[in-house]
């Protein structure tokens, strides 16, 4: 019982660790996009003018976006097919009946081997 819960702590350490430096990646990325993205707006308002680079600016944010939503939408699930009919006079194969079917006949057939090997031996041995 002890290991289970030391294993369960390491495990919990080892999630909040990863945890920690992916949310500190993620600031770093925020960071590093911002400034990316005022550079870019510099460059674009140098090249013509303020206008310009903010059009340019938004309209790649955008498209961005839409890209990201179309492919994060959800998936169209295909229906699942249609049950085929049971033929008249078909067994069901619901719940435990075959199941205790299945049990019933090995047992039988195990007990008859049992009833044969014992004549057997009864055979050999002259019994």
Known sequence: MDA?????????REI????ALQGAAAALLLAGVIFLTA???LYLSQLRDALFASLTVGSG???VALVL????????????PAAEEPQPG???VTGIAPLLDAFLFGLEVALKQREQGRSDRDDRDGG
Do not use: E, H, Y
């Not at 289970?4 to 919990?12: E, G, H, K, T, Y």
């Open 4 to 12: 289970a819960i030391a294993a369960l702590q390491r495990a919990i």
């Open 16 to 19: 909040a660790r990863r945890l």
């Open 39 to 41: 550079a870019l707006w």
């Open 61 to 63: 944010f955008v498209g």
């Open 69 to 80: 939503l179309v492919v994060a939408r959800p998936r169209r699930r295909t229906p699942a």
């Open 90 to 92: 078909a067994r069901s």
